[in-house]
């Protein structure tokens, strides 16, 4: 479910958001920006749950080594 969020930030943020990103994505930027922050553990609890899968963790190993 989509919340809508009103945020203030610097004139000089808000310009370079318009120069960097697509005025249409700038609330999916945001989001994204956060998510990384925010949900953090989610992706730390997903980088063990893979680390435990043996199989995939040698395969991973022999693609980087290039062997």
Do not use: P
Request: aromatic share 6%; charged share 35%; proline share 0%.
């Amino acid at each position: 479910m989509l919340r809508k969020l009103t945020i203030s930030v610097h004139e000089e943020v808000y310009a370079a958001l318009h120069r960097v990103v697509d005025r249409r994505r700038i609330s999916q930027f945001l989001e994204d920006l956060a998510r990384q922050h925010l949900l953090k553990h989610n992706l730390e609890a997903g980088y063990r749950e893979m680390a435990q899968d043996k199989q995939r963790e040698a395969e991973a190993t022999e693609w980087s080594q290039g062997c």
